[in-house]
């Protein structure tokens, strides 16, 4: 079945700096990559996704890129703030389903 | 619109015990998946439910099963607890077409001793 390693499990940035998030998975038919964040004491929330046709998608100060032939995956904060401390998983979707495998999460660390 | 709800919020059981679990899911949601959350092994899969029907199953032990009624809503239980069972249990909720966004209840938290 499908597996993925996430790296760095913990992440400690200045203010302003930008993050880097790398995840790799398994199965070659996965085709739907989310990332999700976690607040401390809170429901994980999706913060953007990327499909399989697609190599590299922004929404603001966050990215996610795509190399299907490594099968790996990233996410990219810029000009990190604090709010941007949380916990970040990546995950990979399972064939004919809405089921996810996700990574073990990275805690991000934004000090002021 | 309401969101996935969860009950009971916390549990607390003793080894050898079992627990259910109840999610219900947003309205129109038809699939329901279930994650146990635990410190360092982030979010691991149990199982799916589609239509009442499980569709996908993650590497848990038989003790760990579930099931879906005809109104979505959807139940997990755990039979003969042990201490490793202690956990946080999501679910999450979505309209099944897949690849698609997951909401995500807030959690059982389940304590056994």
């Known amino acids: 079945g499908e597996n993925v390693e996430q790296h760095p499990s913990t992440l400690s940035v200045q203010e302003g700096d930008s993050a880097v998030i790398k995840c790799t998975y398994s199965?070659?038919?996965?085709?739907?990559f989310p990332w999700y964040k976690q607040e401390l004491g809170k429901r994980p929330q999706l913060i953007i996704d990327?499909?399989?046709?697609?190599g590299e998608k922004k929404d603001q100060r966050i990215a996610v890129t795509l190399n299907k032939t490594a099968k790996h995956f990233s996410l990219h904060i810029t000009e990190t703030q604090p709010e941007d401390s949380a916990v970040y998983f990546c995950?990979?979707?399972?064939?004919?389903?809405?089921?996810?495998?996700f990574g073990k999460g990275t805690t991000l660390s934004v000090s002021s | 619109k309401a969101g996935v709800t969860q009950t009971p919020r916390y549990l607390i059981k003793t080894r050898g015990q079992q627990v259910t679990l109840s999610c219900s899911p947003i309205?129109?949601?038809?699939?329901v998946s279930w994650y146990q959350q635990t410190p360092g092994q982030g979010l691991q899969f149990l199982f799916e439910?589609?239509?009442?029907?499980?569709?996908n199953k993650g590497n848990f032990p038989g003790r760990f099963s579930g099931r879906q009624f005809s109104n979505s809503r959807s139940e997990m239980n755990v039979s003969t607890l042990e201490l490793g069972d202690s956990a946080l249990y999501l679910c999450?909720?979505?309209f099944g077409g897949g690849n698609e966004k997951l909401f995500f209840g807030s959690g059982t938290q389940l304590s056994v001793l």
């Open positions: 999450a909720s979505s």
């Open positions: 199965d070659s038919a996965s085709n739907y």
């Open positions: 990327i499909r399989s046709n697609v």
């Open positions: 995950a990979a979707s399972i064939q004919a389903g809405t089921a996810l495998i």
């Open positions: 309205s129109g949601h038809r699939s």
């Open positions: 439910y589609f239509s009442e029907t499980q569709r």
